[in-house]
């Protein structure tokens, strides 16, 4: 044989069996899955960063760890991402290299989006069981668990529904008693809060989520779904009428300070927490430890967002009073996972009535388990507005297409703001935005599997 | 492989090159051997391999499989075991240029690069010739030009939107000297002048090490014989150093025209996603597409293009400085 013929085929070989190296590690490893006997092995869980509370995240963690350890005699290993991008990726490669995190917990509308690629382990009643059972969550949670009950894939982990906050002296001193339970009884309130350099509403006009829930739940509360069925409804003219009104609120009520075309939902929140707002909408229960430490401690209160859609004074036959999206994490099980009953055994933890309740002490969010909410809400009557808007919330489509059709939302936003600050949004353009919107949307919709 | 023929070909004489030619035609090795110029004779070319073997690994197989990916309708759906994805030819890259912003963003990217790199130039030269003679304080002169170059574009991009954000730094300042500004920095027109600002303030110092490396090869003779000559600053500059910088800066030019076509960080962190219209670059745009939209094959069908997109640039300067080709070897001979 010739010797260049002799190095290719070295070549080659070397090149074969440092490729297999790369794939065949997933399938080494573990072995006694079926029992929840975790001696000698890892977990690892794929958690959000706690932005608000990171110290006592990292104690939370080395807890969770000890217990589990003490349960089962398995290490548990948590990791985090900053951005539900930085996830997305995680998930992404994970899913085709087939290692990674043996448990992620998603965010509840990004949960169709990483359930489309099948990677989570199906729930099924052996499932639920490990976790103690389905029927021990709070019914309106399970909706963002799978596109129907036998396609699960997320157990409810906790749950952040939306709601405002409102200023009570600044409603008191402009004599409003309660505050709104319509899109346009709330615009009207915003206008007799609005003087000086005193605004009726803090938004956060440039933020990457914010904007699609008003829409999404002014459409919703209008009778649009958005994504109805195997159609995309962006071009609906409620949806129109949300977009008119949630930028309205600047050009035409002038309730919202000019400046907010560029915050981020953290900047909406200083607004208010310094008494320059009378509402901020869109807000969760995690900004109480915020507005607690500032000039607004003590004259601030929760209620639900208005669930009667924009130029309506009762909720048409179509709609839903909806308060605020599914708002929460699920937690799901890789289907690689080489140690599956143990991951279940860690869920089944992580969704115990104690967890529930120290996760609702340490970082405000609440619990997920009917008994765990049942006895935070007797705990906490000023919170009655937080667990109202929980059952009361609606799930956004569990389609692999949602995720499209969110960034879309958004982007008709992004697209608008240099006319927004200008101080006027034509309709012409709106509609143009929301047809190629409406076209992505609908491309998405047609690729679902 | 014709070149090595060619060359023997010079310097044997007719009749011995055709019978040669009949030798290596017929394989014989120690003809080979002699048919190649003392200097190519017994290379350990096989020292190559482990270089070669991760050139294959790290570059070549992943641009084949970016190929193939190209072809596939590869999504969330399909990823879990994605070399069964359905194959499409060229759907993909008819989606592309039909269906999405590609053209747009294409056209954003190159037109920004191209202004980037344009003005960078003569900061570049100028701050290298500037720094070029002692001085007292010169080192610590030329510290302080490397620094945005040295930053992470991370950070540049986190401060400078700070900077831009409604009623921030830039406005305050605007408006001490008198100038009221209206509208948004980070989101409309003004967005697309805002990254040409910050890209070309980070990425000068590029051009500027570059120049003053090249500099450094213009021997003080050179020097001393102009002086002796005559010549004036210009004349020296324009006829005597000028000459010397025209490779640096070429590369200079090609490098960062690259650099910038490619930027992805300083976009993202300025202006976030969904990008605003003006600013939404080809980078940008491929990462929406395939890391958030998952449609990880039309993804790979926008890289094939950014692929051709710098490859024109690349191929003009890969002939220029001769790096494709034998052609050095000839020249030096000559």
């Given at each position: 044989m010739k010797k260049s013929t002799l190095i290719a085929i070295a070549g080659v070989a070397t090149l074969s069996l440092a490729l297999q190296g790369c794939s065949s590690t997933s399938n080494d490893s573990g072995s006694g899955a079926g029992s929840t006997d975790g001696a000698g092995k890892t977990l690892t869980v794929m958690m959000q960063a706690n932005?608000?509370?990171?110290?006592?995240?990292k104690q939370w963690f080395s807890d969770i760890s000890a217990e589990f350890k003490k349960e089962t005699g398995a290490e548990v290993v948590f990791e985090t991402f900053a951005s539900s991008a930085e996830e997305l990726t995680k998930i992404q490669t994970s899913v085709t290299s087939g290692q990674g995190p043996d448990i992620y917990s998603l965010g509840t509308t990004f949960t169709p989006t990483a359930a489309a690629t099948g990677a989570f382990v199906t729930l099924t009643d052996k499932e639920w069981d490990l976790v103690g059972g389905r029927d021990r969550f709070v019914p309106a949670t399970l909706q963002m668990s799978g596109a129907s009950e036998s396609t699960e894939v997320g157990i409810p982990f906790s749950s952040r529904p939306f709601v405002m906050s409102y200023n009570t002296e600044l409603l008191s001193a402009a004599g409003i008693d309660k505050p709104a339970t319509t899109w346009?009884?709330?615009?009207?309130?915003?206008?007799?809060?609005?003087?000086?350099?005193?605004?009726?509403?803090?938004?956060?006009?440039?933020?990457?989520?914010?904007?699609?829930?008003?829409?999404?739940?002014?459409?919703?509360?209008?009778?649009?779904?958005?994504?109805?069925?195997?159609?995309?409804?962006?071009?609906?003219?409620?949806?129109?009428?949300?977009?008119?009104?949630?930028?309205?609120?600047?050009?035409?009520?002038?309730?919202?300070?000019?400046?907010?075309?560029?915050?981020k939902s953290s900047q909406a929140i200083a607004a208010f927490s310094e008494g320059k707002a009378a509402y901020l909408p869109m807000a969760t229960g995690t900004s109480k430890v915020t507005l607690d430490n500032s000039s607004?401690?003590?004259?601030?209160?929760?209620?639900?967002?208005?669930?009667?859609?924009?130029?309506?004074?009762?909720?048409?036959?179509d709609g839903k009073a909806a308060t605020s999206i599914?708002?929460?994490?699920?937690?799901?099980?890789?289907?690689?996972?080489?140690?599956?009953?143990?991951?279940?055994?860690?869920?089944?933890?992580?969704?115990?009535?104690?967890?529930?309740?120290?996760?609702?002490?340490?970082?405000?969010?609440?619990?997920?388990?009917?008994?765990?909410?049942?006895?935070?809400?007797?705990?906490?009557?000023?919170?009655?507005?937080?667990?109202?808007?929980?059952?009361?919330?609606?799930?956004?489509?569990?389609s692999g297409a949602w995720g499209d059709t969110q960034n879309e939302l958004v982007n008709v936003v992004t697209q608008t703001l240099p006319s927004l600050s200008s101080g006027s949004v034509n309709q012409g353009d709106l509609k143009s935005l929301l047809g190629s919107a409406q076209d992505v949307a609908q491309t998405a919709l047609d690729k679902v599997r | 492989m014709t070149q090595i023929q060619e060359i023997p070909a010079d310097r044997l004489a007719a009749d011995e090159t055709e019978s040669l030619g009949k030798k290596i035609l017929s394989g014989d090795?120690?003809?080979?051997?002699?048919?190649?110029?003392?200097?190519?004779?017994?290379?350990?070319?096989?020292?190559?391999?482990p270089g070669g073997i991760l050139m294959v690994v790290i570059i070549v197989i992943p641009l084949l499989l970016a190929f193939f990916i190209a072809m596939l309708d590869l999504d969330q759906y399909t990823l879990k075991d994605w070399a069964s994805a359905p194959f499409i030819g060229l759907g993909n890259f008819v989606e592309a240029v039909s269906k999405t912003n590609l053209l747009h963003a294409i056209g954003v990217s190159v037109s920004y690069a191209a202004i980037v790199t344009i003005v960078t130039l003569p900061i570049g030269v100028l701050a290298a010739l500037a720094t070029q003679n002692r001085f007292r304080g010169r080192a610590f002169v030329r510290s302080v030009f490397l620094i945005p170059y040295v930053l992470p574009a991370f950070v540049v991009g986190t401060v400078w939107s700070t900077m831009f954000q409604s009623g921030g730094v830039v406005d305050s300042f605007l408006a001490s000297i008198g100038i009221q500004h209206e509208g948004l920095w980070l989101n409309g027109p003004q967005s697309y002048w805002v990254l040409v600002l910050v890209q070309i303030w980070s990425s000068w110092p590029f051009v500027y090490l570059l120049v003053l490396a090249g500099l450094q090869a213009v021997e003080n003779e050179v020097h001393e014989a102009s002086a002796l000559d005559g010549a004036g600053w210009w004349i020296k500059l324009r006829f005597v150093i000028f000459p010397y910088l025209r490779g640096p800066v070429t590369l200079a030019l090609i490098i960062s025209f690259l650099h910038n076509v490619n930027s992805f960080t300083l976009p993202f962190v300025l202006f976030g996603v969904p990008a605003p219209k003006d600013v939404e670059v080809l980078p940008i745009?491929?990462?929406?597409?395939?890391?958030?939209?998952?449609?990880?094959?039309?993804?790979?069908?926008?890289?094939?293009?950014?692929?051709?997109?710098?490859?024109?640039?690349?191929?003009?300067?890969?002939?220029?400085?001769?790096?494709?080709?034998?052609?050095?070897?000839?020249?030096?001979?000559?």
């Open positions: 932005g608000i509370y990171p110290d006592e995240q346009d009884e709330f615009a009207s309130q915003a206008k007799k809060l609005t003087s000086g350099d005193v605004y009726g509403i803090s938004l956060a006009y440039a933020d990457g989520f914010d904007p699609w829930k008003f829409i999404w739940a002014m459409s919703v509360q209008a009778g649009n779904p958005i994504l109805d069925g195997k159609t995309a409804r962006l071009d609906d003219p409620v949806t129109l009428k949300a977009y008119e009104t949630y930028f309205g609120w600047l050009t035409k009520d002038q309730v919202v300070d000019p400046q907010s075309v560029s915050w607004v401690a003590g004259k601030y209160a929760y209620a639900v967002m208005p669930t009667i859609p924009p130029g309506s004074t009762t909720l048409p036959s599914i708002s929460g994490d699920n937690i799901v099980v890789a289907n690689y996972s080489e140690n599956q009953e143990l991951a279940f055994a860690l869920v089944k933890l992580l969704t115990s009535d104690s967890v529930q309740q120290d996760r609702f002490t340490l970082f405000g969010e609440l619990p997920t388990s009917q008994d765990a909410a049942a006895k935070v809400q007797t705990d906490n009557p000023e919170l009655e507005a937080l667990i109202k808007s929980s059952a009361q919330s609606v799930g956004t489509p569990f | 090795p120690k003809i080979r051997q002699l048919g190649r110029s003392p200097a190519e004779r017994n290379r350990p070319l096989w020292m190559l391999l745009l491929t990462y929406v597409t395939s890391f958030q939209s998952s449609r990880f094959g039309l993804g790979a069908a926008m890289a094939v293009f950014s692929l051709v997109l710098i490859l024109i640039p690349l191929f003009v300067y890969l002939k220029a400085v001769r790096l494709d080709s034998g052609d050095d070897k000839k020249v030096s001979k000559k």
